[in-house]
């Protein structure tokens, strides 16, 4: 059964930072990984996909990257701002199991 | 730019009682999904939808849910008698053509079962 988890479970820095969130998932036959942003008791708003056969992918001030074969990506943030502040989610489709399989989440918080 | 929405946004219920969560998926989206968070736990997947029938389910998804496709654009979640672990946030998303695409997600019912 796939498994995703995350580390830290939270992270509090001072704005303009660089940082890093991993995620690492039990099994590596995974179509994607996906990874997201969920602010308070709002939805969940899609940041970077990255397919299997991917390394790494960018959006602005982010950076996810893939190592399929060991399980593991990171989220790279770039100049942290207190805008950033949230709960960052990784989910992985694929690897025996239905659907997209979420970690717990980083909590993530920037001071201004 | 094209949103998933979900309505209501809370929806407070009595144990026993039959709920419909609502969702509108992107117009030119294929496959449709509900998913769930209870408070403090991870999302976890429920069933997803393309063609007018379940493509996959999980083992959360008994006989007490169904959904449907009862338009050209709503998707619907039914729980037929609600019960006290129901109570979560339950998240619509969709995606244009299913695997290895981005799936887009709704804001979510709070769903509180008393």
């Known amino acids: 059964k796939q498994e995703v988890t995350q580390i830290p479970a939270a992270l509090s820095v001072p704005e303009g930072e660089n940082l890093v969130l991993n995620c690492s998932f039990t099994?590596?036959?995974?179509?994607?990984l996906q990874w997201f942003r969920q602010d308070p008791g709002k939805g969940l708003t899609s940041l970077l996909l990255?397919?299997?056969?991917?390394r790494e992918q960018t959006s602005g001030r982010l950076n996810a990257s893939l190592d399929k074969s060991s399980g593991r990506s990171t989220l790279y943030i770039a100049a942290s701002q207190p805008g950033d502040s949230a709960t960052y989610l990784c989910?992985?489709?694929?690897?025996?199991?239905?659907?997209?399989?979420f970690g717990k989440g980083t909590h993530l918080i920037i001071q201004p | 730019e094209p949103e998933v929405t979900q309505t209501p946004s809370h929806q407070v219920t009595q144990m026993g009682q039959e709920v419909i969560l609502r969702c509108v998926p992107i117009?030119?989206?294929?496959?449709f999904y509900w998913y769930r968070q209870i408070l403090g736990q991870k999302v976890e997947f429920l069933v997803s939808f393309y063609n007018n029938e379940i493509s996959e389910k999980s083992e959360i998804f008994d006989d007490q849910f169904s959904v449907e496709r009862p338009d050209g654009s709503n998707f619907t979640l039914k729980i037929r008698s609600t019960k006290l672990e129901d109570s979560a946030m339950y998240f619509c998303?969709?995606?244009?053509?299913?695997?290895?695409?981005?799936?887009?997600f709704g804001p979510g019912t709070r769903l509180l079962v008393l």
């Open positions: 099994d590596s036959a995974i179509y994607n």
């Open positions: 989910a992985v489709e694929g690897g025996g199991a239905d659907g997209l399989t």
């Open positions: 998303a969709s995606s244009r053509q299913g695997r290895a695409e981005t799936q887009y």
């Open positions: 990255i397919q299997s056969s991917q």
């Open positions: 117009s030119n989206h294929l496959y």
